[in-house]
């Protein structure tokens, strides 16, 4: 049983779109964290959110931890090629190791 | 970039054979973590150490073990390996734990296929 899924699992967009990428789960969790992972290569983590209603933003990613650290979003504007990867949220309930979500794989086209 | 090598980066094998795949860190880090990524199912947990001989299980431990001897390297170790066992494995360290959890650095991956 998968504690966090993702959705959706495939996002396929043109440059310049938006989009949102959830994270549920039935579990609560102390902290949330993004990460995003290019062909090839390990996952990078992109932002850690803790409290409960928390938003972040870094450039064109809007990240928001749900108000009873259950889910979380992470909203792109205008998506950029660059943008292209395997997102991952990753949820920690104890002190020791972080349980990851499905993915979701978004590819932007120019 | 963090410091963290794993080897062999790609690995074929057959049903049955022992297999190790070893992940070397030069930063310190107390935490090092085994993950399998398949489709569909993101990251899975295999087995963690927080310490030297520290470890414990992740979430599908089955059919593999660990060792950590020195604080730099963490080896996973597949008995026998089976066809369920083809995966990208990635070695994950961690210089703190706790709330929130600790940065999570990833190695580059050892993509095992058992045949």
């Known amino acids: 049983t998968q504690l966090l899924e993702q959705s959706p699992q495939f996002l396929s967009i043109q440059e310049g779109e938006n989009l949102t990428v959830y994270c549920n789960s039935s579990s609560v969790f102390s902290s949330l964290q993004w990460y995003r992972q290019e062909p090839g290569e390990g996952p990078v983590l992109l932002v850690t959110?803790?409290?409960?209603?928390e938003v972040k933003k870094l450039k064109r990613l809007t990240f928001q931890f749900g108000d009873a650290r259950k889910d979380s979003s992470l909203h792109i504007t205008a998506a950029q090629p660059g943008d292209t990867g395997l997102y991952l949220c990753?949820?920690?309930?104890?002190?020791?190791?972080?349980?990851f979500g499905t993915g979701t794989r978004l590819q932007v086209f120019p | 970039d963090a410091g963290i090598t794993q080897s062999p980066r790609h690995k074929v094998t057959e049903t049955g054979t022992p297999v190790t795949l070893r992940c070397h860190q030069t930063?310190?880090?107390?935490?090092m973590y085994w993950y399998r990524q398949d489709p569909g199912h993101g990251l899975r947990l295999i087995h963690y150490?927080?310490?030297?001989?520290?470890?414990d299980k992740g979430e599908v431990s089955d059919g593999y073990s660990v060792s950590r001897s020195k604080t730099e390297d963490f080896l996973l170790t597949l008995e026998s390996a089976t066809s369920s066992q083809t995966s990208v494995y990635f070695c994950?360290?961690?210089?703190?734990?706790?709330?929130?959890?600790?940065?999570?650095?990833f190695g580059e991956g050892s993509r095992l296929t058992v045949l």
């Open positions: 990753a949820g920690a309930r104890n002190t020791d190791k972080l349980i």
């Open positions: 994950a360290i961690s210089e703190s734990s706790g709330t929130p959890a600790g940065k999570l650095f």
């Open positions: 150490s927080y310490g030297v001989k520290d470890t």
């Open positions: 959110v803790v409290t409960g209603g």
């Open positions: 930063e310190n880090h107390r935490y």
